[in-house]
């Protein structure tokens, strides 16, 4: 089967990959990451700061709760000191780096201890309300105007007995949180930069090792669904890409192979097809014209009638082998008599072998043996191996066929004592019109088609066939076939 290819109706391949697209991937990069720090800036800065109020509160609370119920009311039982009390405040107040205040039930200071950095406490705090935090454990504000900035506020009732004596509040800035939110975010920028570079770096490897080799591999495709096969990748890496790029220059090398195999497929066909048609039309005008008398007439007649037969010949092997070349080739497999068919296709060159005087000698291994094939294209096979070892074969020589029984499997060979086949041909006998005689052959009704036939059959069974030859010797062809159906 011959497969055109138009240059024409060709579309050029757009590449998936180019310049531009790249340099929005760039962009596109850039954005993410100014998006990424202020994600970080805003969204995880707000989300940190609210678990470290949130944290920072629950200890508080946590501390003042125990404090006021393990310790304060002693105190109210006077089972302590003022001076124990306030050296007991200034402890939790040191501990938690916070103001500590203990009120009674009106909100008169009693005792506060604080840090250097937090005012005095008042002597009585305004419009006091125990229940101003509501249902939180804290506040957060400047408590009735006391402090000059924010501060968290936690308030824990001291209970002696089943009665309200006074009130703990510890007032911790919230600077403080916003300080240790800085520090974590620190880390957090810190993190998402190195994260960034590392994608950077990432982002030139895949430039590196993907991007360009993509490119390169892209315009390669473009090349060739151009009709440009000698462009070849530079394969530099032994990774996947370098493989693709080696398996993409085979392709190149094997389509432009079968470009060349279809060019001299094109011109032999042409060639065996004009030599017989320039004859048949040179000696059908002589004769319309005159130039040939009717006497003369019936030997020119068998000449026409000869290249006729050429062209029947030729026809025939190109549909043969068009049927081989098909995907859809369907065996008739069936169980036949390998010695039968042998036998037949011998006697069918009865008249060539008495003409060129050469016998043929059938060696085989019982009188009777199935084959599981297909009984016409093995016949096809025959015919063709002893039709080749005929036409080669010296005068008065011996084209011997012969079987041979193993296991499961029948070897049958074709050979003959001709001229034998170069060993530098050895290679080529199975191309198409390939002939070692450059001169056409020694017999000019040849196709050099029909090895290649034959290769095609046995393949399509699943058989090879082998060529033993000598220049000057003689030439033998092997091939095996299964006795029975696997």
Known sequence: MI??????????ATLPLNSTLYLKFIVIYIVFGFLALFTAATLTSSLTYTSLKESAASRLYSEATVFANDYLPDYFNEFLSSSEVRMQLEGMSSYTDASVWLVDREGTLLFSAHPDIYPSAPSAIENFNPAENGSSTYQEGNYHGYFSEPVLTVMVPV???????????????????????????????????????LSFIVLLAFQVLVYRPLRKITEAATQYASGNLDYEIPVTTEDEMGYLSASLNYMSSQLKDMEDYQKKFVANVSHDFRSPLTSIKGYVEAMTDGTIPPE??????????????????????????????????????????????IKNTAASFEGTCTHKKISIELVLATKHVNVYADKRKIQQVLYNLIDNAIKFSEPESTVIVETTDRGDRIHISVKDYGIGIPRDALNKIWERFYKTDNSRGKDKKGTGLG??????????????INVISTEGVGTEFIFSLPKKAN
């Open 296 to 341: 003369m007439q019936e030997k020119y007649l068998k000449i026409i009638l000869f290249e006729t037969e050429r062209l029947t010949d030729l026809t025939q092997d190109l549909l043969t082998l068009n049927e081989f070349d098909t995907n859809n080739l369907l065996l008739n497999r069936e169980n036949f008599d390998i010695h039968e068919v």
């Open 451 to 464: 090895l290649a036939i034959v290769k095609e059959a046995l393949q399509a069974h699943g058989e090879n």
């Open 159 to 197: 209970i002696r007995g089943f009665s309200t004596d006074g009130y703990l509040l510890i007032h911790k800035f919230v600077s403080d949180i916003t300080q240790s939110r800085d520090m974590l975010m620190q880390f957090v920028y810190i993190t998402v930069i190195i994260i960034y570079l």
């Open 3 to 12: 497969f055109h290819r138009s240059k024409q109706n060709q579309r050029k």
